[in-house]
């Protein structure tokens, strides 16, 4: 039977480091991936029945409506010139 005990903990702390960031990363996109989906249902039209135990998956994610599209005001910009190609 073979024991083996790290003299220097700095290879344990860089494990548990580096594990408390995947964890964190994989947190953020299921969070992510569950929210763009729940939009995608809802631009769809679907929705989850409000009794079903799924119900929570996307209670937390609210639809709003699109910003309307401006018109730039300075009419430089809103122009664009093109030269007449001669004929």
Same mark, same amino acid.
Request: aromatic content about 4%.
């Given at each position: =039977?073979?024991?083996? $005990?790290? /003299?220097?903990?700095? =290879? &344990?702390? /860089?494990? +548990?480091?580096?594990?408390?960031? !995947?964890?964190? +990363? ?5 969070? /992510? $991936? !569950?929210?763009?989906?729940? %939009?995608?249902? @809802?631009? +769809?039209?679907? =929705? $989850? ?6 119900? &929570? ?8 409506? !699109? %910003? #309307?599209?401006?018109? #730039? ?8 010139? @093109? #030269?007449?190609?001669?004929?």
């Amino acid at each position: =039977m073979t024991f083996s $005990i790290p /003299l220097d903990r700095e =290879m &344990v702390n /860089l494990c +548990k480091d580096l594990a408390s960031k !995947r964890l964190e +990363k994989e947190r953020l996109d299921y969070a /992510l $991936i !569950r929210a763009l989906k729940c %939009a995608e249902l @809802l631009d +769809k039209g679907f =929705m $989850i029945r409000p009794e079903s135990p799924y119900a &929570v998956v996307c209670s937390d994610v609210v639809p709003i409506a !699109r %910003a #309307p599209k401006t018109e #730039p005001s300075s009419p430089a910009i809103s122009e664009v010139v @093109l #030269p007449l190609a001669s004929q």
